[in-house]
């Protein structure tokens, strides 16, 4: 069946540090991928999005290439803040599954000043 | 513009219990998505409505059930409530239902059955 799979958390980093998410996920045919980030105490804030094969999703210095040979979406920022301290969800949707949203497990990213 | 909002906050029920969550989407979505975030784990599809009918149905048993108002907001039901039952339920409202169309989320609602 379908399905995300995350790198294990929690995730602990000096700020300004490189940060990598890993994402990996199964499905058939070509799913829309997804980057969701919760606060603490907060619901699910889309962070950036890709449709298509090669598309790269952006938003506030994170991104993610949709890679279709790998079947991965990694998330990647060049310099990470306190302020980015939450857990990351990797999530997809199939094209004949409406809204359904498959979501990984969740990363939890600790920024030390 | 307001964003998608849910009621109560917080709630606690005892086992064999019925709750019921309500949520209200963004003006103009006509969709609203329900999904289970049990601590530490990723959120898991319960239902999706669009334009009130029922869309799609995530693997969960008849205890739990949704209804969609002419307004777009929706209610989800739990019945005999369960300590498993124990987790945020998030509601989320999008435009339309399809493959591209992006979801808001709402703040969630804690339920704690004891």
């Known amino acids: 069946g379908n399905s995300v799979t995350q790198m294990e958390g929690p995730v602990t980093l000096s700020e300004e540090a490189f940060l990598t998410i890993n994402c990996t996920y199964t499905a058939t045919g070509y799913p829309s991928l997804f980057w969701y980030v919760q606060y603490p105490g907060e619901g699910l804030q889309l962070l950036l999005k890709?449709?298509?094969?090669?598309d790269k999703g952006s938003n506030k210095g994170f991104e993610a290439t949709y890679r279709k040979e790998t079947t991965s979406f990694h998330l990647e920022k060049g310099s990470v803040q306190v302020s980015d301290s939450a857990v990351y969800f990797c999530?997809?949707?199939?094209?004949?599954?409406?809204?359904?949203?498959?979501f990984g497990q969740g990363t939890e990213l600790s920024v030390k000043p | 513009d307001a964003g998608v909002t849910q009621s109560p906050t917080h709630l606690i029920k005892t086992r064999g219990q019925q709750v019921t969550l309500r949520c209200s989407p963004i003006?103009?979505?006509?969709?609203v998505s329900w999904y289970q975030q049990v601590l530490g784990q990723g959120p898991q599809f319960i239902f999706q409505y669009y334009e009130k009918e029922e869309r799609g149905r995530g693997n969960f048993p008849d205890r739990f059930s949704a209804r969609q108002f002419p307004n777009y907001s929706s209610e989800l039901n739990v019945n005999a409530l369960l300590l498993g039952d124990s987790a945020l339920y998030l509601c989320?409202?999008?435009?339309?239902?399809?493959?591209?169309?992006?979801?808001?989320f709402g703040p969630g609602t804690r339920l704690t059955v004891t």
């Open positions: 989320a409202s999008s435009l339309v239902s399809g493959r591209g169309d992006e979801q808001y």
């Open positions: 999530a997809l949707r199939k094209s004949n599954q409406g809204g359904k949203l498959i």
């Open positions: 890709a449709t298509k094969a090669d």
């Open positions: 003006s103009g979505h006509k969709s």
